[in-house]
């Protein structure tokens, strides 16, 4: 029997730019991590000029936007060292991973000195994105070659989540199992068994598709402002899209992997496409790389009145002012939230967006299915690669399959696309899509059985998706609630970036009616981008606008008392938060009973951002947790004043970690999760835990300790000075002063208990209050037209 491998601390040999971020994430995590690099050729023979270089590259990366540490304090877990003086060190390291230079020579040099140090067992990996793993391993001992693999991360690696598994002929199976295993719950990561072949799976297919698109716009009429609208979002792309993702990466990198591709492989039968156009060629000579150079693609410049921005003609080779693309095509299909409805409506276009995606996309189609069994055996884990790796909704099978396979083949023929003869038996063999949904669970076509198997690793996942045909009990425009089965319910939010109104509200309700009558708990969870951007402020903004203001008090009352639903329901509720859970979606946390949140989980209290306090309870909800950590003395003052400022500069978490320093999630209570996959079915197994331990509705609270006028006066005070020295608007101040009036419990002499429906009361009747402030309006007109806060 194989024993129980235990992961505490990491050593990462190589502290740049993939280095150093690895540290991080791997820090992330709660591991203790060793950092090492070479000592600088000029330094002395004191520690510190010795660790210059390892020294250097964590602070920089430390400082590095947006940052790669879930909290400042996780960096206490990175230790430096170089590799002359500290390599022994490695011998209390449960895995070692290489991040050096990509070259081999280098890279055994340090596996050869790393091994005389590296107690057995221990595992031991490569982070290249070029180098063909087999060749590293080559001359070291049996132990080694027997722990050793590639594991490669996806820069920037808490982000994306893409870690390719690339094993040898000698790698154990165990170490294989368990390192998939670990980077999917441990590090969050989409873990994919990839083979030893040239840039593996996720940058082969991924570069083959950039490179498809570099050369389409060499030879056809089309711009790169045409091309980045046509591939970000509306197809389920990152914003970035194509060309402005390459200015992020950088063109001497995007330029190496498609050298690379072009000289190891070929025998592919589109290895000519990996030839790098003439105006790339001519871009990198001039340095224009992208973002690190300051030019690439595109170019910001700073003028008079603000920033002016510059796209690429590639026909001139000149800047450009950038201009507003417009397409048909894309009004028809905006108001299609059904992604694969959308890719239908695009494709059948007959216009030039069309034959952009056709031509463009067909061709990654017959590409991705004769890489198969080349890097892959099964279609999945291409899919799943360049997903994870670069961002994308629907992989080329998942694209295919909502297009419909056998109809789109017959669009590629006639273009003269050859899809790979696998593909054609599978139709033969009465299959007609790559996938399918049986039981709850996502299955794919298994190519040499014929026959359609669960995706490996994904037993354990609860995928909204995977059952809202056959377990929907109940829904509106706004929400969908499922039975997750053991009698634990979820409501599932989409509106559009879930946002919180009438219909929403009225969702909540139902679920708790229908779990209290029912069913043992409630989950709060959604597979959209975000969780819940708040609430509807173009609602709130036409009230007030027409002065419907007693209308707007019903409103608010009615979002006030469904949070007190939550919080007071006779079953469990749970919150599962990931992304953005902004105003309205924050209130909705507080309230729950507990809270399971994505690490990447950025949580914030924002309507002073647009001229008002949290109205849905979220202020009292602040009060009330004061009230439950204060001390005597200036202990008080100080508490309250934190709270303050968390609500008065809309302070928003950069993760899961940061919330609970900022009091949106609870210590010893709220949960992270890792892994989104698995964040729902955490979410119900701790609803049941509550469930079985015999949950208790609690009790309204009465008991809440305000501070009243002392406190109101250290904001005031505060607020003037601030105002005094430029730092905020005159409005500024009234916002500060009605949210201190409501966190202070009023203007009381002295401190006080009172109840949670009075906070509510003074929450209501102070948002209504500036709800008919001219300046507020202005502020939420803002947001609602061009998405951008306004001091005013």
């Given at each position: 029997m194989t024993p129980k491998r235990n992961i505490k601390k990491v050593a990462v040999l190589g502290s740049g730019v993939m280095g150093s971020r690895i540290a991080c994430h791997f820090a992330n995590t709660g591991l203790e991590v060793l950092l090492l690099d070479i000592v600088p050729q000029d330094a002395g023979t004191d520690r510190k000029s010795r660790n210059n270089l390892v020294d250097t590259a964590l602070a920089n990366a430390l400082r590095s936007n947006p940052s790669p540490i879930y909290l400042k304090s996780f960096a206490g877990r990175i230790s430096t060292g170089n590799f002359e003086d500290d390599l022994h060190r490695i011998n209390t390291c449960d895995w070692i991973i290489e991040v050096v230079v990509e070259r081999l020579d280098i890279k055994k040099q340090l596996f050869e000195q790393t091994e005389q140090f590296r107690k057995?067992?221990?595992?031991?990996?490569s982070n290249t994105s070029g180098i063909p793993i087999h060749l590293m391993a080559e001359g070291r001992s049996e132990d080694f070659r027997k722990h050793f693999c590639g594991t490669h991360f996806f820069n920037p690696p808490r982000y994306l989540k893409l870690l390719e598994i690339i094993p040898t002929k000698?790698?154990?199976?165990?170490?294989?199992?368990?390192?998939?295993?670990?980077?999917?719950?441990?590090?969050?990561?989409?873990?994919?068994?990839?083979k030893d072949t040239p840039a593996f799976i996720g940058n082969r297919i991924g570069v083959f598709s950039i490179m498809s698109i570099l050369h389409y716009v060499e030879q056809h009429d089309i711009s790169i402002d045409e091309v980045d609208k046509l591939t970000g979002t509306i197809i389920g792309h990152p914003k970035s899209a194509t060309f402005r993702t390459n200015d992020i990466v950088g063109l001497d990198t995007m330029a190496l992997v498609a050298n690379g591709l072009k000289q190891n492989v070929p025998q592919d039968e589109e290895n000519e496409l990996f030839t790098l156009p003439p105006f790339i060629s001519e871009m990198i000579s001039r340095k224009w790389l992208g973002a690190k150079s300051g030019q690439g693609f595109y170019r910001k410049e700073k003028g008079t009145s603000g920033s002016n921005y510059y796209s690429l003609n590639l026909r001139t080779l000149e800047y450009e002012p950038t201009p507003k693309v417009k397409f048909p095509v894309l009004d028809t299909v905006k108001n299609i939230d059904d992604m694969p409805g959308r890719l239908k409506v695009l494709f059948a276009d007959k216009g030039k967006a069309g034959d952009f995606y056709r031509h463009i996309f067909f061709r990654l189609f017959a590409y991705a299915s004769n890489r198969i069994p080349e890097i892959a055996d099964e279609l999945y884990k291409i899919d799943a690669a360049v997903n994870a790796g670069f961002g994308w909704e629907m992989g080329p099978f998942e694209k295919w399959d909502a297009l419909g396979v056998a109809p789109t083949l017959t669009l590629m023929e006639q273009m003269g696309i050859k899809a790979a003869p696998w593909v054609y038996e599978m139709l033969d063999n009465g299959a007609h899509s790559f996938y399918k949904i049986e039981h709850g669970k996502k299955l794919y076509y298994d190519i040499p059985s014929r026959a359609y198997k669960i995706i490996p690793g994904t037993e354990a996942f609860i995928l909204l998706d995977n059952i809202r045909d056959t377990q929907t009990i109940w829904k509106n425009s706004g929400v969908t609630i499922l039975d997750l089965g053991d009698g634990i319910l979820n409501l599932e939010m989409h509106t559009k970036m879930n946002t919180i109104g009438g219909e929403v509200l009225e969702g909540i309700n139902k679920a708790v009616t229908l779990a209290e009558q029912s069913y043992r708990g409630l989950v709060i969870s959604n597979e959209g981008a975000n969780f819940s951007a708040g609430a509807n402020v173009g609602m709130i903004f036409m009230l007030a606008i027409e002065q419907e203001f007693d209308e707007l008090s019903m409103v608010v009352k009615a979002?006030?008392?469904t949070m007190m639903r939550l919080r007071y329901s006779s079953v469990p509720v749970i919150a599962a938060p990931h992304q953005m859970a902004l105003g309205g979606g924050c209130e909705i946390c507080l309230h729950a009973d507990k809270v399971v949140a994505h690490s990447e989980l950025y949580m914030g209290l924002v309507e002073f951002g647009v001229g008002l306090i949290p109205g849905g309870g979220g202020t009292k909800e602040f009060a009330l947790r004061l009230s439950d950590e204060l001390q005597e003395g200036d202990i008080e003052l100080n508490n309250f004043r934190q709270r303050f400022l968390t609500i008065g500069q809309a302070k928003v978490s950069t993760s899961a970690y940061e919330a609970f320093e900022l009091g949106y999630l609870k210590k010893g209570r709220d949960t992270v999760v890792m892994s989104r996959n698995r964040l729902l079915a955490e979410a119900k197994k701790e609803c049941l835990k509550m469930a079985d331990a015999g949950y208790v509705q609690p009790a309204p609270r009465k008991d809440i300790r305000v501070l009243g006028s002392q406190a109101l006066g250290l904001a005031y005070v505060g607020a003037n000075t601030m105002f005094s020295g430029h730092y905020i608007s005159e409005h500024d101040v009234k916002i500060s002063q009605k949210l201190a009036y409501v966190l202070a419990g009023g203007d009381l002499s002295q401190p006080g208990l009172v109840s949670e429906d009075y906070l509510l009361q003074l929450e209501r009747e102070a948002f209504i209050s500036l709800c008919a402030e001219r300046k507020?309006?202005?502020?939420?007109q803002s947001i609602l037209k061009g998405g951008k806060v306004l001091r005013n």
């Amino acid at each position: 029997m194989t024993p129980k491998r235990n992961i505490k601390k990491v050593a990462v040999l190589g502290s740049g730019v993939m280095g150093s971020r690895i540290a991080c994430h791997f820090a992330n995590t709660g591991l203790e991590v060793l950092l090492l690099d070479i000592v600088p050729q000029d330094a002395g023979t004191d520690r510190k000029s010795r660790n210059n270089l390892v020294d250097t590259a964590l602070a920089n990366a430390l400082r590095s936007n947006p940052s790669p540490i879930y909290l400042k304090s996780f960096a206490g877990r990175i230790s430096t060292g170089n590799f002359e003086d500290d390599l022994h060190r490695i011998n209390t390291c449960d895995w070692i991973i290489e991040v050096v230079v990509e070259r081999l020579d280098i890279k055994k040099q340090l596996f050869e000195q790393t091994e005389q140090f590296r107690k057995p067992g221990t595992l031991i990996t490569s982070n290249t994105s070029g180098i063909p793993i087999h060749l590293m391993a080559e001359g070291r001992s049996e132990d080694f070659r027997k722990h050793f693999c590639g594991t490669h991360f996806f820069n920037p690696p808490r982000y994306l989540k893409l870690l390719e598994i690339i094993p040898t002929k000698d790698t154990a199976p165990e170490v294989i199992d368990f390192l998939m295993h670990f980077g999917e719950q441990n590090l969050g990561k989409t873990t994919v068994l990839a083979k030893d072949t040239p840039a593996f799976i996720g940058n082969r297919i991924g570069v083959f598709s950039i490179m498809s698109i570099l050369h389409y716009v060499e030879q056809h009429d089309i711009s790169i402002d045409e091309v980045d609208k046509l591939t970000g979002t509306i197809i389920g792309h990152p914003k970035s899209a194509t060309f402005r993702t390459n200015d992020i990466v950088g063109l001497d990198t995007m330029a190496l992997v498609a050298n690379g591709l072009k000289q190891n492989v070929p025998q592919d039968e589109e290895n000519e496409l990996f030839t790098l156009p003439p105006f790339i060629s001519e871009m990198i000579s001039r340095k224009w790389l992208g973002a690190k150079s300051g030019q690439g693609f595109y170019r910001k410049e700073k003028g008079t009145s603000g920033s002016n921005y510059y796209s690429l003609n590639l026909r001139t080779l000149e800047y450009e002012p950038t201009p507003k693309v417009k397409f048909p095509v894309l009004d028809t299909v905006k108001n299609i939230d059904d992604m694969p409805g959308r890719l239908k409506v695009l494709f059948a276009d007959k216009g030039k967006a069309g034959d952009f995606y056709r031509h463009i996309f067909f061709r990654l189609f017959a590409y991705a299915s004769n890489r198969i069994p080349e890097i892959a055996d099964e279609l999945y884990k291409i899919d799943a690669a360049v997903n994870a790796g670069f961002g994308w909704e629907m992989g080329p099978f998942e694209k295919w399959d909502a297009l419909g396979v056998a109809p789109t083949l017959t669009l590629m023929e006639q273009m003269g696309i050859k899809a790979a003869p696998w593909v054609y038996e599978m139709l033969d063999n009465g299959a007609h899509s790559f996938y399918k949904i049986e039981h709850g669970k996502k299955l794919y076509y298994d190519i040499p059985s014929r026959a359609y198997k669960i995706i490996p690793g994904t037993e354990a996942f609860i995928l909204l998706d995977n059952i809202r045909d056959t377990q929907t009990i109940w829904k509106n425009s706004g929400v969908t609630i499922l039975d997750l089965g053991d009698g634990i319910l979820n409501l599932e939010m989409h509106t559009k970036m879930n946002t919180i109104g009438g219909e929403v509200l009225e969702g909540i309700n139902k679920a708790v009616t229908l779990a209290e009558q029912s069913y043992r708990g409630l989950v709060i969870s959604n597979e959209g981008a975000n969780f819940s951007a708040g609430a509807n402020v173009g609602m709130i903004f036409m009230l007030a606008i027409e002065q419907e203001f007693d209308e707007l008090s019903m409103v608010v009352k009615a979002f006030q008392n469904t949070m007190m639903r939550l919080r007071y329901s006779s079953v469990p509720v749970i919150a599962a938060p990931h992304q953005m859970a902004l105003g309205g979606g924050c209130e909705i946390c507080l309230h729950a009973d507990k809270v399971v949140a994505h690490s990447e989980l950025y949580m914030g209290l924002v309507e002073f951002g647009v001229g008002l306090i949290p109205g849905g309870g979220g202020t009292k909800e602040f009060a009330l947790r004061l009230s439950d950590e204060l001390q005597e003395g200036d202990i008080e003052l100080n508490n309250f004043r934190q709270r303050f400022l968390t609500i008065g500069q809309a302070k928003v978490s950069t993760s899961a970690y940061e919330a609970f320093e900022l009091g949106y999630l609870k210590k010893g209570r709220d949960t992270v999760v890792m892994s989104r996959n698995r964040l729902l079915a955490e979410a119900k197994k701790e609803c049941l835990k509550m469930a079985d331990a015999g949950y208790v509705q609690p009790a309204p609270r009465k008991d809440i300790r305000v501070l009243g006028s002392q406190a109101l006066g250290l904001a005031y005070v505060g607020a003037n000075t601030m105002f005094s020295g430029h730092y905020i608007s005159e409005h500024d101040v009234k916002i500060s002063q009605k949210l201190a009036y409501v966190l202070a419990g009023g203007d009381l002499s002295q401190p006080g208990l009172v109840s949670e429906d009075y906070l509510l009361q003074l929450e209501r009747e102070a948002f209504i209050s500036l709800c008919a402030e001219r300046k507020t309006l202005e502020r939420i007109q803002s947001i609602l037209k061009g998405g951008k806060v306004l001091r005013n």
